[in-house]
């Protein structure tokens, strides 16, 4: 999203090669991760979990950074806006996603840190 709009199409496709195969390293380790904690009689439950816990994710994120992009690119009709538009879009929109992605990472650390911390005497679990 940071690439001048005078890379062309090979800009765009650079980055998001990298997203891609960094998605699909992502989600094979997690769901070795994931099944490799489960039971053998409940790895066909927690597996369609998972899938579906990813699909929804999947679909509300392309709305919402959909929903982002058009908001950022301020044009009625995108078939008709200037490439300055669509390229402003995508660095707001890739820009949202960096900050979602700090975001989640502290959750999961802050949670991390929690969960490894020694529980006190009188302490509810």
């Known amino acids: 999203s940071m690439m001048p709009t005078i890379s062309g199409i ?3 496709i650079a980055p998001i090669a990298i997203v891609t195969s960094g998605y ?4 094979t ?3 070795t991760a994931v099944m490799s904690d489960i039971r053998p009689d409940q790895r066909g439950v927690i597996s369609g979990l998972l899938n579906l816990s990813r699909n929804l994710g999947l679909i509300t994120g392309a709305s919402a950074m959909g929903a982002v992009f058009a908001f950022a690119s301020v044009t009625i009709d995108i078939a008709t806006a200037r490439p300055e538009a669509v390229a402003a879009g ?5 820009a ?3 900050v979602l992605i700090v975001v989640a990472l502290a959750m999961a650390v802050g949670s991390r840190a929690l969960a490894a911390r020694p529980s006190l005497p009188g ?3």
């Not at 699909?24 to 989600?27: D, I, M, N």
Request: aromatic fraction near 14%; charge should be neutral; hydrophobic fraction near 50%.
């Open 10 to 12: 090979p800009g765009y």
């Open 96 to 98: 949202v996603a960096a």
């Open 90 to 94: 995508m660095r707001i929109t890739f």
């Open 123 to 125: 302490d509810i679990s």
């Open 24 to 27: 699909a390293l992502f989600q």
């Open 29 to 31: 380790a997690n769901n």
